[in-house]
């Protein structure tokens, strides 16, 4: 539940009214009552913003599902209906001396169309915000219990989708009946010069009611999209698990009887895996300096079948410079597997800084006397260093009888 | 001197099997275990001096092994073992407690190597693992917000770190400085230590989206 804890919800249990005090609570461990005395007070202190927060956050913050205990009593009962419906007239009214008394007010003919209109979307409002999430299991019929109000036997079935209907009429004609009053109040009806007045009335009206489901509608189509693309990306990581690992692992079946090549086999599957994995993407690994050492490793690894690990810190992108310095990295690998392949793994080492870009490429072979080169061994150590040499780079070699060889290439930003 | 006692805490048989097999030469492998709760009840039963831990199992994983253990049995020490050398891996495990993380590639007598000095209280890093904390210090702190001391790495400290990267030794690595093996090891374990408390925004970010995920 720690997941919970740190998103905030709309409280599904203990909420008075959206819920939305009870999961402020909920998220900052603190009592719920606190809550809701600081939105109170908010609400006189700024002369109504607080509610108008509060109803914002009833909209856009989730709702958790109820849980529901057998033996609890069923929630929407016709007397609950009743309680909403006067609780958002009650809010309502509220709010409007709160107005009064700031002196935003026009007419005091306003209250009553106001309170009833108020308690009637309250009541829609509320049904669509809830139902709208639970709404995924059929009911498939609904026991009398449910609507007599008594207490519920078993958990299992929802008794609100069955009351819903009723409480959207009663909620449906308050506010038709809201407007109404309004609408005599303003005299609308006797004089044809308001009806315009009429005319928006009817669109506010229209809006209340058919706000709250177009905002489920909404709400169930980004479920729906989401369960789309999670069944596709399941697909896409099944075809390549398919196309890359099951293959390897019915080659390394063949070829059980070569250790060498199963290894080989295994680690460019992982190499592969983890590059997969990594989610760059084709474009980002051609441009990048880190990746084209990674992948001149790879390559001298797979060409002589001895591993080469790499390690590199930092990166820049590509260009003349750094591709004449991935080439001289591979030539030092490659001599690096020539020399003292049989001793075990070769390390390749890249610290990349805005100052200056070092490859280190190191073995575990026997190692020699550099005052004693071998003649031929000092042809590939000028080829590299010329090749760093002309693009303003350095290599150094280091070495001694039994302690293996280090190829250490610098190049300096320019 | 008696031998160090592991335990082998991972959800693989097969491995289980093939590391046990590995180690048998070195040292004591006093138990084996493949879920979170069976890991604790081992760990407490036997008190191992190492305790193998594989990072990712169902139920939080090596972590929520350390998490339940570390104050109650503060001489077992915890070697974290991952096919991943995902730095959010890396970071959550070694933050948790850890005192050094290898990936299961490493050889047999190199695992030994590592799981003696994890018992003697040392660092245990990897080349992977060094690149790794080299790259999550490099660069500027936030001004202001960070703690100097655990956000920084000495100079000396970077150069230790850089010739793990490279794949030298500890003992080459003393050589090449010109200071004592027990110099290189207080390296290491100082870095550990900062790896562990630094509030250096990578870390703490890495450490984070690791906690979300289990």
């Given at each position: 539940m ?36 600081a ?10 913003m607080?509610?108008?927060?509060y ?19 069923a ?11 006067a ?6 009214l ?14 005091d ?5 106001t ?12 049904q ?14 609904t026991p ?10 078993a ?11 009723y ?5 449906f ?10 609408l ?21 009206v ?21 369960e ?12 390549h ?17 070569d250790?060498r090549?199963?290894s ?16 760059k ?20 690894e ?11 810190v930092?990166?820049?992108p ?11 990295s ?14 075990g ?10 100052e200056?870009?070092?490859v ?7 190692g020699?006397?550099l ?38 290439l ?5 | ?9 991972d959800?693989h048989?097969?491995?289980r ?57 503060p ?13 959010e891996?890396v ?11 290898v ?6 007598p ?13 660092a ?49 690595i ?5 200071i ?20 250096r ?12 995920i289990?």
């Amino acid at each position: 539940m720690s997941l919970d804890r740190r998103r905030l919800r709309r409280a599904g249990d203990g909420a008075l009214l959206g819920g939305v005090c009870a999961g402020i609570a909920h998220r900052l461990d603190i009592d719920p009552i606190l809550v809701r005395i600081a939105t109170v007070i908010l609400t006189v202190a700024t002369g109504g913003m607080g509610a108008v927060a509060y109803g914002l956050l009833w909209l856009i913050v989730p709702g958790t599902p109820k849980t529901r205990r057998a033996g609890e009593e069923a929630k929407p009962t016709s007397r609950h209906t009743w309680l909403i419906g006067a609780g958002f007239g009650m809010v309502t009214l509220g709010l409007l001396f709160i107005f009064r008394e700031l002196g935003i007010w026009w007419s005091d003919s306003l209250v009553w169309p106001t309170v009833l209109a108020g308690a009637g979307a309250g009541l829609l409002w509320r049904q669509f915000s809830g139902s709208g999430e639970s709404e995924d299991a059929a009911e498939p019929e609904t026991p009398a219990w449910a609507a007599s109000g008594e207490r519920r036997p078993a958990v299992r079935s929802r008794p609100r989708s069955r009351l819903g209907p009723y409480r959207g009429a009663f909620g449906f004609a308050l506010v038709i009946g809201a407007a109404m009053l309004f609408l005599y109040v303003q005299g609308a009806f006797s004089a044809a010069s308001e009806a315009a007045l009429a005319g928006v009335t009817l669109i506010v009206v229209l809006g209340l009611i058919l706000a709250p489901l177009w905002v489920r509608l909404a709400r169930n189509l980004g479920r729906e999209r989401a369960e789309r693309i999670r069944s596709q990306e399941r697909a896409e990581v099944a075809a390549h698990l398919h196309d890359s690992v099951l293959q390897t692992l019915a080659l390394m079946q063949k070829k059980s009887d070569d250790p060498r090549q199963v290894s080989t086999l295994a680690r460019r599957q992982e190499r592969e895996l983890r590059e997969w994995l990594s989610g760059k993407s084709e474009r980002e690994r051609e441009t990048s300096l880190a990746s084209a050492l990674e992948a001149a490793a790879a390559e001298v690894e797979e060409r002589h079948g001895v591993p080469i690990d790499a390690v590199t810190v930092g990166d820049r992108p590509l260009d003349e410079r750094t591709v004449a310095l991935v080439a001289a990295s591979r030539e030092a690998m490659t001599n690096a597997v020539r020399y003292a392949g049989d001793a075990g793994t070769i390390r390749l080492y890249a610290e990349i800084t805005p100052e200056e870009t070092q490859v280190f490429v190191r073995d575990r072979g026997r190692g020699f006397d550099l005052d004693a080169v071998p003649e031929d061994r000092r042809g590939v150590r000028d080829s590299i260093l010329g090749r760093m040499e002309r693009n303003g780079g350095a290599a150094e070699v280091r070495s001694g009888i039994g302690e293996g060889t280090e190829i250490e290439l610098t190049m300096e930003t320019k | 001197m008696s031998q160090t006692t592991v335990a082998i805490v991972d959800d693989h048989a097969i491995f289980r099997a093939g590391v046990r097999a590995e180690l048998e030469s070195g040292v004591e492998v006093v138990g084996e275990a493949s879920t979170v709760r069976e890991a604790v009840a081992l760990v407490r039963e036997r008190r191992p001096d190492v305790v193998l831990l594989d990072v990712h199992m169902p139920d939080g994983g090596g972590q929520e092994v350390i998490r339940q253990t570390l104050t109650e049995i503060p001489d077992t020490r915890f070697l974290a073992l991952s096919v991943s050398d995902a730095p959010e891996d890396v970071v959550a495990i070694v933050r948790t407690g850890a005192r050094g993380y290898v990936t299961k590639t490493i050889s047999g007598p190199e695992l030994i190597d590592a799981i003696e000095r994890v018992s003697q209280g040392d660092a245990v890093f990897s080349p992977q693992l060094a690149g790794f904390v080299l790259d999550a210090f490099a660069g500027r702190t936030d001004p202001g917000t960070t703690d100097a001391e655990l956000d920084l790495l000495t100079p000396r400290e970077q150069e230790v770190l850089r010739l793990i990267a490279r794949g030298y030794l500890y003992k080459e690595i003393a050589r090449r400085l010109g200071i004592s093996i027990k110099t290189v090891e207080a390296h290491a374990s100082s870095v550990l230590r900062k790896l562990q408390l630094s509030t250096r925004h990578e870390l703490s970010r890495w450490a984070a989206e690791r906690d979300l995920i289990d």
